[in-house]
């Protein structure tokens, strides 16, 4: 999993509410079990026209906000059902930090899984975010995971938390099987014994 550091790049805004994860990748899409792809059916519903056009009144198609890294949002981001092709969509279009007043707990989870940073903070300095990220292509927020600090276009900071695993997690870029693997030579170890004692289960 790619570290999570310092974080710059353009905000977009999306100031709705209960975005839920049929918005963020419609259930078409889940038959693939790859990370990779998703990213250009990312809000397919809401980009795209049924016959494939761009909604070019999207925020993420404005040409201002294509390489957004950031998304600024309102309550509930993530609601509905639990669908880890969400995050890989956000991830694979470039967003690695969402910040929202509150998430849905399964999102939550799984966006720290996937490397991407999710900041709850109060409605009032997330509307302040999304006024800032209605500057287009001068709406540049730097997220510094260390500092747990968000700086604005104007220099403004806002401070944030965050869980101090799921923080290490991310600055070394451990996901579930990096977090195993530091282990490694403990589960040689475990296995070389279990090897000696009951051979018969490595027949």
């Given amino acids: 999993m790619e570290k999570f550091t310092v974080l710059t790049g353009v905000a977009a805004p999306l100031p709705m509410i209960n975005v839920d994860t049929d918005m963020i990748i419609p259930k078409q899409f889940l038959k693939t079990i790859k990370r990779t792809g998703l990213g250009k059916h990312l809000f397919d519903e809401m980009r795209y026209t049924p016959d494939g056009a761009e909604v070019v009144?999207?925020?993420?198609?404005?040409?201002?906000?294509?390489?957004?890294?950031?998304?600024?949002?309102?309550?509930?981001?993530?609601?509905?059902?639990?669908?880890?092709?969400?995050?890989?969509?956000?991830a694979d279009f470039g967003i690695r930090c969402i910040i929202a007043p509150s998430f849905a707990d399964i999102f939550f989870n799984n966006c720290f899984k996937?490397?991407?940073?999710?900041?709850?903070?109060?409605?009032?300095?997330?509307?302040?975010?999304?006024?800032?990220?209605?500057?287009?292509?001068?709406?540049?927020?730097?997220?510094?995971?260390?500092?747990?600090?968000?700086?604005g276009p104007d220099g403004g900071k806002i401070s944030f938390e965050v869980d101090p695993f799921r923080k290490h997690c991310l600055l070394?870029?451990?996901?579930?099987?990096?977090?195993?693997m530091q282990q490694a030579a403990f589960i040689d170890q475990y296995e070389g014994k279990q090897r000696g004692g009951q051979p018969w289960l490595w027949g």
């Fill in 57 to 90: 009144e999207f925020v993420l198609n404005k040409p201002a906000y294509r390489s957004a890294k950031i998304l600024v949002s309102g309550d509930n981001f993530g609601c509905g059902s639990s669908r880890e092709h969400a995050p890989w969509a956000l």
């Fill in 114 to 151: 996937n490397g991407i940073l999710p900041i709850k903070l109060p409605k009032e300095q997330v509307d302040l975010l999304l006024d800032d990220a209605s500057r287009g292509s001068n709406a540049i927020v730097s997220v510094d995971l260390e500092k747990q600090e968000i700086t």
């Fill in 172 to 180: 070394n870029g451990l996901d579930d099987i990096g977090l195993t």
